[in-house]
């Protein structure tokens, strides 16, 4: 893991991408997504490597899987949180996904991931809140207990699905906060740039982009396949 951070690191300073406050540094300034196999053998034996595989399928039930894509996600000492959102309004695909999110640098408590449990089960139609406020009232509303991740440890791996709220708190440390996000999905999933329920305006750049970038611009309805995206 620590080989890992210091790659990802040194391809993100050459390459430019953008800088820590908007946490994506998996992402170029134009919104292209990087491919694994642009980083380092290591990096892609990490999203292939069979034990977090099979992880990814006891969570998600599901016989075969294949990464779809990752990000490598920063806070700055200090830096602000990330607000409430859900994994699968920024995927341009028609069916769940499934993150795994895996620290790369020691995070404490009341650093990692919140939560708000059983919100996997809401409409999907219910998305593109317009106001935190409003979004509040939504998730007290269905009565989601807030549920913070422990204290994690680089390497540690919490998996969750795309439907579910959750939102990453301010940064109140002085070090980085650095962690990998890698989305897998089902075998059998098709590129969507407008998927019934998670179609909302604020992820659609994104979703346009990495179909885009990741897949090219006439992808819109194939299969998810190829060697970037194996079927494990």
Known sequence: MALINQQLQAQATATGLQPGRQALLGIQADGAHLH??????ELFALLTDPALVA?????????????FQFDLLTKAPGGPG???????????I??????????LDPIPAHCTLVYAEGTAQLSPEQSDIPHPDALQQLLERHGA?????????????????????HYGPANATPHW????????????????????????AAGAT????????????????????GSRHPRL
């Open 36 to 41: 694994a196999d642009r980083f380092n053998q």
């Open 55 to 67: 992880a990814v399928k006891e969570v998600s039930g599901l016989d075969a899987v294949r990464p």
């Open 82 to 92: 990330t607000p409430w959102h859900r994994d699968r309004d920024f995927l341009p």
């Open 94 to 103: 028609d069916r769940q996904s499934y993150t795994c999110w895996i620290p």
């Open 145 to 165: 207990p807030m549920q913070a991740l422990p204290a994690m440890q680089p390497g540690d791996v919490d998996i969750h699905e795309g439907q579910v709220w």
């Open 177 to 200: 906060r650095r962690a990998l996000g890698v989305a897998y999905v089902a075998d059998g999933t098709r590129l969507c740039t407008h998927p019934p329920g998670f179609s909302g």
């Open 206 to 225: 994104m979703r346009a982009t990495t179909l885009r970038t990741l897949f090219g611009p006439d992808a819109e309805g194939q299969a998810v396949q």
